[in-house]
């Protein structure tokens, strides 16, 4: 068990042509009786660049197939959302959540929980009253929930968005903006809405690794300047290694989150990750 301390061992099950017909009948089926039981949360953490502090961690949902094993995201949650079971699933997810946030943080670990929240899920009417009963119920403090929006989500419909977004901010929940750098079409107005964080996805990082002289790097300054101007904090996400964390630290990332510092892992396993953190850096 300690050897796979730290990791998450998801299966990328990818079916073939056929297969996949097959494949998302059976999701769409199951996911609407029993595989909500089956469904698991591992939490990776998110880490400050300034003082190494762990600010809190982020939710990602796994499927423990009874046959398959445990299953990434991406392997049902498409299907989830084509059906709508995403939004029955994304309540438990955040009653869950919240509920262990408020746990750890009875336990002296006050951790920001962070929750992905789909396109769907977005402009439907329920989310706010979603969110507001799983705060209520776990009795986590509103600030320390953070919602994660992808650019795509709310480009669907920027104006919708924006009300949204207005709602949630007034309820003092916080919001992200997800694997930013993979599909905005115009910056001006994402930073026209009232977002917390910004969370730079990996493939700029990969990106600005490829371009040779420091450009790369000055992209990514760039963007990170940008958003200090405007009072929303950055995260560098997928930072997998030493070269990456040198690169988001020289960009002035606030915060950092990848396989680098640790891999999503089970509840069970972040209060031991965290305070082992906590103790090395003092
Ligand atoms: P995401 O929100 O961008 O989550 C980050 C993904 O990157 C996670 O994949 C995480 O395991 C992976 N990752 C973390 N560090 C590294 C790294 O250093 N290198 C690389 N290459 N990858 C890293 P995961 O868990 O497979 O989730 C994939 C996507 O599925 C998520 O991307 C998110 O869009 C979606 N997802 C996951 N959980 C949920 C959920 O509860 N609700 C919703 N609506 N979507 C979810
Ligand atoms: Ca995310
Ligand atoms: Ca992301
Ligand atoms: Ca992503």
Redesign the pocket.
Known sequence: AAKSMGRDRVRLFSPGLREAARWRLEVATRLRDEAIDQLVVHYQPVVRLDTGAVEGV?ALVRWQHPERGLLAPDTFLAVAEETGQIIPITRWLLRETTRRAAAWAAEGLPLRM?V?ISARHFSAETLVRDVRLALRESGLPPDQLVL?LTETSIAEDPTRAEDQLTVLRRAGIRVAI?DFGTGWSSLAQLFSLPIGTL?IDRSLLVAAERVTGGEGGAVLAAIVALTRTLGIRSVAEGVETVEHLRMVREAGCDMVQGWLLSHPMPADEVPRWVRRVQEAGG
């Open positions: 982020e962070s992905n994660e997800d969370k």
